[in-house]
């Protein structure tokens, strides 16, 4: 089903962070992601974009294995993280494993009710990583890079909870890149927040991929279109195209891509 | 629309307002009774029992004259007996509540014992003493004493203590508990760091209701042989020989308030009657201090964490 832009196929150089080999996944027995095969490229930003129900923020739930908390679910097929080419999905790998090295974004902002900087800090704790002085830096690091640091450090005692919902978000961004993740995925993080707080959001996400490599599901084509550098368009629960973001918004080889980036349906 | 119409509409209308009014009024009645009834009872309670409260009734021994009795047997069998509860039921009953919100699988088996749960917390309090009879005072040798009680009273409550903190845990909305497994959080890390201490509130508030029932439980008590008569304290925990900490009282005999009441109301002399509504103000106090307590707890939560 997939088809696959020229571009993808040389992609230009770009290095592969990890690849989805024909996964399906279902909820009971209902498949919403059907044999989905697609690249994820080192340090580039990965846009999924379809219509609601397409299966996009299942698919990319299924990279930290965030369907595992809840019952009835089930995976078929690979996600392997490459080069060393191991399945995450693979029943024998910890899922706790898994979301250590790739974390997550979610669509509202959900910040621990604890402080700004217990927030950023929790993924080291659980880790358990004790020195003070390490936790101390990490904290500011992740903070600088999520464009956060200089509104908040002079409060990082106070509740994560006083901060306005783009701050919040933002708090997201910084405690899911705290530990070093090799893949953050960001599911629709703009899509409760305001024009300005998003575009704010969204110039950070571009800064980022200079060392993350980063997966974003998102409603709004032109955010697609801003930011991405590869785009994935899905459709009930299938691939349909995946390519170079100018290629595939600009010349797509699909009608149904066609109809949906021209606004004829979604 | 002809004139006709519109009269009939108005009269309609007018009918449908007037049964709006009655119904309100009905409601307002029915509530007002159930207040009325209720203070009335308290103001009466208050007005025999507020003139014999003293400091002397509370550091008395009951005793064969009705001006010298006091409660203080009765009172501190209730805080020894409550501090029992309290001990048995917490962490039995938070631990029961978190395992089945978080950690049971969604399965016939569940429902099952989660309608067992709420059943359980219907089941007659007598009931609860003839088991306590049975289990902690013969097969297990308790004893009629200050242990069998706490545990009984605390079974009895275990219940409400289950129930709040499942709808404590499951008021904390499910995006907090991704994203703290979302950053790599293994499940105790997740109930440790999250959903204990958000729901704390909750909890704390369902402890302290529970108690302020199993306070004023009496027939279980009586069921499992508690004395209605007790002119002596229970052996005193520290002391200033080694071992110098003593677990005796968990083994002495013991007396509650309800109880203390209980025995002074079925006197025949009327000044054992003011000595029981005095018991009852200070037992009416003291649960309105826990109850008041817990909204209060659960009011500072709810302003610290809000979703």
């Known amino acids: 089903m997939v088809n696959t832009t020229q571009e993808a196929a040389t992609a230009g150089g770009d290095e592969m962070r990890a690849e989805i080999r024909r996964l399906s996944f279902s909820y009971g027995d209902k498949t919403v992601v059907k044999s989905v095969s697609m690249p994820i490229y080192k340090d580039r930003i990965t846009a999924l974009i379809g219509p609601s129900g397409c299966g996009k923020t299942t698919l990319l739930r299924c990279f930290n294995r965030m369907h595992d908390l809840y019952n009835d679910t089930e995976y078929e097929g690979e996600i392997a993280l490459l080069p060393e080419n191991r399945n995450i999905l693979s029943s024998d790998i910890d899922p706790i494993e898994v979301r250590m090295r790739i974390s997550m974004v979610f669509q509202k902002p959900n910040p621990f009710p604890k402080s700004i900087f217990e927030n950023v800090a929790y993924g080291l704790r659980v880790r358990g990583v004790k020195r003070r002085s390490f936790?101390?830096?990490?904290?500011?690091?992740?903070?600088?890079?999520?464009?956060?640091?200089?509104?908040?450090?002079?409060?990082?005692?106070?509740?994560?909870?006083?901060?306005?919902?783009?701050?919040?978000?933002?708090?997201?961004?910084?405690?899911?890149?705290?530990?070093?993740?090799?893949?953050?995925?960001?599911?629709?993080?703009?899509?409760?927040?305001?024009?300005?707080?998003?575009?704010?959001?969204?110039?950070?996400?571009?800064?980022?991929?200079?060392?993350?490599?980063?997966?974003?599901?998102?409603?709004?084509?032109?955010?697609?279109?801003?930011?991405?550098?590869?785009?994935?368009?899905?459709?009930?629960?299938?691939?349909?195209?995946?390519?170079?973001?100018?290629?595939?918004f600009t010349k797509p080889k699909d009608a149904r891509t066609e109809s949906y980036i021209t606004g004829r349906f979604g | 629309?002809?004139?006709?119409?519109?009269?009939?509409?108005?009269?309609?209308?007018?009918?449908?307002?007037?049964?709006?009014?009655?119904?309100?009024?009905?409601?307002?009645?029915?509530?007002?009774?159930?207040?009325?009834?209720?203070?009335?009872?308290?103001?009466?309670?208050?007005?025999?029992?507020?003139?014999?409260?003293?400091?002397?009734?509370?550091?008395?021994?009951?005793?064969?004259?009705?001006?010298?009795?006091?409660?203080?047997?009765?009172?501190?069998?209730?805080?020894?007996?409550?501090?029992?509860?309290?001990?048995?039921?917490?962490?039995?009953?938070?631990?029961?509540?978190?395992?089945?919100?978080?950690?049971?699988?969604?399965?016939?088996?569940?429902?099952?014992?989660?309608?067992?749960?709420?059943?359980?917390?219907?089941?007659?309090?007598?009931?609860?003493?003839?088991?306590?009879?049975g289990l902690f005072v013969y097969e297990f040798g308790f004893g009629q004493s200050i242990l069998t009680a706490g545990l009984t009273l605390g079974l009895l409550v275990l219940p409400i203590v289950i129930v709040t903190t499942r709808e404590a845990i499951r008021a904390i909305p499910n995006t907090i508990r991704e994203a703290a497994y979302a950053v790599g959080a293994s499940k105790w890390q997740v109930v440790q760091h999250h959903i204990v201490p958000y729901s704390a509130g909750g909890i704390l508030t369902g402890i302290i209701i529970s108690l302020s029932r199993a306070i004023g439980e009496t027939a279980p008590l009586i069921t499992i042989g508690a004395l209605t008569f007790i002119a002596f304290l229970p052996t005193p925990p520290v002391?200033?020989?080694?071992?110098?900490?003593?677990?005796?009282?968990?083994?002495?005999?013991?007396?509650?308030m309800p109880i203390q009441m209980f025995n002074w109301v079925s006197r025949p002399q009327p000044e054992f009657h003011v000595n029981a509504a005095a018991t009852g103000v200070i037992l009416l106090a003291m649960t309105l201090v826990m109850n008041g307590a817990a909204i209060y707890i659960r009011y500072r939560f709810r302003k610290r964490v809000k979703w």
């Open chain 2, 1 to 133: 629309m002809s004139r006709s119409e519109m009269v009939r509409i108005e009269r309609h209308l007018n009918r449908r307002k007037v049964a709006d009014f009655l119904f309100a009024m009905v409601g307002l009645l029915c509530l007002l009774f159930a207040l009325l009834t209720l203070l009335a009872l308290m103001y009466d309670l208050a007005r025999t029992g507020v003139p014999r409260l003293s400091l002397d009734f509370l550091a008395s021994f009951p005793s064969r004259f009705a001006d010298r009795s006091g409660i203080l047997s009765a009172w501190v069998g209730t805080l020894c007996v409550m501090a029992v509860t309290a001990v048995a039921v917490i962490p039995v009953g938070v631990a029961a509540g978190v395992y089945l919100e978080e950690y049971a699988p969604k399965n016939a088996l569940t429902a099952i014992i989660e309608l067992n749960i709420i059943n359980l917390a219907a089941i007659p309090s007598i009931t609860f003493g003839l088991m306590a009879l």
């Open chain 2, 239 to 256: 002391s200033g020989d080694a071992p110098y900490v003593s677990f005796q009282w968990l083994m002495d005999p013991f007396t509650v």
């Open chain 1, 135 to 248: 936790i101390e830096e990490t904290v500011e690091r992740a903070l600088a890079q999520a464009g956060l640091w200089n509104e908040v450090k002079d409060r990082l005692g106070a509740s994560a909870l006083a901060l306005s919902g783009g701050q919040q978000q933002r708090l997201c961004i910084a405690r899911a890149l705290a530990t070093d993740p090799e893949i953050v995925l960001l599911d629709e993080p703009t899509s409760a927040l305001d024009p300005i707080s998003t575009a704010h959001i969204e110039e950070l996400v571009v800064t980022l991929k200079q060392n993350v490599t980063i997966v974003i599901v998102t409603h709004n084509l032109h955010q697609a279109a801003r930011i991405s550098d590869y785009t994935g368009f899905m459709y009930l629960g299938e691939l349909i195209e995946f390519g170079r973001t100018p290629g595939l």
